[in-house]
């Protein structure tokens, strides 16, 4: 990699002017001011500076510029460690420098790595399309080998696709109002295929009776008469007070409600907004599983026996029981359920989902629970980010672990 000039070098300016005298270059263990000495074929600050291995804090008269390997190192450590934050990365640098630190060094550090994660993704999107991995639903249908490859001949199993569906409400995010400020405006979006678009959900808005399930599992157990026949949907009601309904109205998104596979890859997620666990969220995620995988599906949710009454009066409820579609609840909240409702519902006691516990969802939000620091004050765009980078780093983490799990 070439490297920079000392500050006292005769800088040589192309055609356009471009200038790049002084510029203060900050790696993991180094920090000087420099000039860098453009090529004939660069037109923009940044240009030089990529040349070089750095990437400027602004796109047109930078006057920072960062190392891409410090850049790296802290994309990479960040995925490992979410609660390590860009403020903690920059406070680091400082004491490693011995410079005092100044707020102002987050935006910078943020800018800089923002254009790196976008870069990135155009390289994958260029490897994507010569691969020809970028068909729609290229990654649903190929991100777990065990679940989703097929070999010529194999018998059909009873069932052909397993997931587990569940919402999560420690990625809430602030509404601006809250504290009386103007909203920060950021018309950026991130690009990934993991999120259901706010959209997609709300064609589900009015396609039931609304049926919530409350912020923080608070359901009761009612007392059964003796007589009649017993339903599991009659069985449970939400505990929860009023107050914790209201208190979705302070943040713009109130958490995550996702979709993975028995081997706890991710497949699909979307944004519950100034609600809690609406059927509208995982009528819009089976909608999609459905359209994907077809026929023969089993999904576990924690009230898997309640929402299965709701599928079947939804518009999707014809199509799932022409595709066969199975609920069930997953092992864990299983055993909270009525033991009547347990033979019915409980994994353990349905043919064809061998050791599955169905409560996937359950391991993910153990390790995403770490990025709520780090993404209750954020910007939407930043908040997707954040979250993007953590499925995919998990993603990657569960498929070089297959060999473990599949032995």
Known sequence: M???????????????????QNIELIDVFSLKHASLQPQTFHRFPNECLIYHGYLGCSPLHPTVAISLCTLAAYRQSHRTCPWFSIQAQCKTL?????????????????????????ILHRVDSIINAALKHNAPNWRLLNSCPCCFYKLQGEDNL???????????????????????????????????????????????KNNTPTQSKGPNDDWEDVVQPESGTFHCVD?????????????????DESGIFIAACRHRFILLACDMVKSGELAKYPLAIIDH?????GKNGGIAYDIG????????????GPHARELGLRMMVGAFHGHAHNRRCQIDWHPMYIYGTGHTEGEGCEHVFSSSNELAR??????PFHRHQAIEQHFSFWDEDKYAALSKLCP
């Open 94 to 118: 400082c004491h490693l420098h011995d410079i005092p630190y100044r707020p102002y060094f987050n935006t910078q550090f943020l800018d800089a790595f923002d254009i790196y994660l976008e």
């Open 235 to 251: 069985h449970w009601r939400n505990a929860g007070p009023e107050q914790r309904k209201r208190m979705f109205a302070v943040f």
């Open 305 to 316: 026996c309640t929402f299965s009454k709701t599928l079947g009066n939804s518009s999707l």
């Open 374 to 379: 780090s993404t209750r004050h954020a910007s």
């Open 289 to 293: 599983l459905l359209k994907v995988y």
């Open 2 to 20: 070439p490297s920079a000039s000392n500050e006292d070098e005769p800088m040589l300016n192309n055609a356009d002017g471009l200038s790049l």
């Open 158 to 204: 009873a069932f052909e696709w397993l997931a587990t569906i569940d919402g999560n409400n420690s990625l809430k995010r602030w509404a601006s109002s809250t504290y009386g400020t103007s909203p920060c405006n950021d018309s950026r979006t991130y690009h990934s295929d993991y999120w259901l678009s706010c959209a997609k959900v709300d064609e589900f």
